[in-house]
């Protein structure tokens, strides 16, 4: 039933272009800003989450304070501080080990890695790792090339998350009817907070739904 | 440059406390029953959010562009069982296709 590192990387795979081609786009964005060629590059390596370090280069972007930029990105990744403790009695060792392996908590694999609740601790590890390269290597070629690259919109890459996401949802949906209504309870809260609050809190707030679902069984 | 390289720092640390925090905390023990309750249901809940929000949302507000249609052709596929690599492709296409078109 144990994955290893080998099944995390195969099921990881998928992403590996779409974020690339993310990665890209966002070495292309930051150059336009007069970035320095090595600071995205920088910020792929150690932030390593694609949709903080848009939502936190915009608001520079906009002529927005460094303190702004910060916390737009933080709430961006609130959401992380939920799943890392769903994920967190699948590790075990020290807690520098531990805060080291909660790194590797990214959407797509938290989502993979999830078995009822329950994680696969290589499994996420691993598919994380192309995910990484993609996203890494993607900055670097986006910013190296800047403008020269034309807009990676262009090839729909930007419609395999939600896809991709819509899959894993799939076999959620399947299992419980619980699950469905929560679904559809998250899905409203999302939607519906979307054109109120900054990016990222809509998607905390729809974690509430999940508080919600518990509580009614 | 300061305030890139300032926000790159910052961020670099706090994203990496986000992510610690759960595992740091409450690490290889298991979570109270209520806990495990919430943590069930927290994948649909999230993955819900993150396809609407993904295919909907541009900053601050809801627009209907060429990602749903891609999105769409890519929950026919789901529903037809297609395999994720295929559906993931198909979605990309969809939506290119869309955008070449209008």
Do not use: C, H
Request: glycine share 12%.
């Amino acid at each position: 039933m144990a994955s290893s590192y080998r099944d995390g990387i195969r099921a990881g795979l998928p992403l590996l272009l779409p974020t690339a081609a993310i990665g890209v786009s966002f070495g292309v964005v930051a150059r336009s800003l007069g970035w320095d060629l090595g600071a995205p590059i920088v910020m792929s390596a150690v932030v390593f989450s694609g949709s903080a370090q848009f939502a936190s280069t915009s608001v520079l972007g906009d002529g927005g304070t460094v303190l702004a930029a910060v916390l737009a990105a933080a709430l961006v990744n609130a959401r992380f501080l939920p799943m890392g403790i769903a994920f967190a009695p699948a590790l075990s060792g020290g807690p520098v080990r531990r805060a080291a392996e909660g790194q590797a908590v990214v959407d797509a694999s938290w989502a993979l890695a999830n078995r009822g609740g329950s994680f696969d601790r290589k499994l996420l590890i691993g598919a994380t790792i192309p995910q990484f390269v993609g996203w890494f290597g993607g900055t670097v070629g986006g910013a190296v090339a800047g403008s020269a690259i034309g807009d990676p919109a262009r090839l729909g890459l930007d419609a395999m998350f939600p896809a991709f996401f819509l899959a894993l949802l799939a076999g959620e949906l399947r299992e419980s009817r619980r699950a469905r209504e929560v679904a559809v309870g998250a899905g409203a809260i999302a939607l519906a907070l979307t054109p109120l609050l900054p990016p990222g809190l809509p998607i905390v707030a729809a974690a509430l739904a999940a508080v919600a679902g518990a509580r009614r069984r | 440059m300061t305030a890139v390289w300032t926000t790159i720092g910052l961020l670099a640390l706090i994203s990496a406390g986000i992510k610690a925090t759960g595992p740091v905390l409450v690490g290889g023990r298991d979570l109270p029953g209520w806990a495990t309750g919430v943590i069930e249901l927290l994948a649909p809940a999230l993955l819900a959010a993150l396809v609407l929000v993904e295919t909907f949302g541009s900053d601050r507000a809801l627009v209907l562009d060429a990602r749903a249609p891609g999105v769409a052709a890519a929950a026919l596929a789901i529903a037809l069982r297609a395999p994720l690599l295929l559906t993931v492709v198909l979605a990309a296409a969809v939506t290119a296709a869309v955008r070449a078109l209008t």
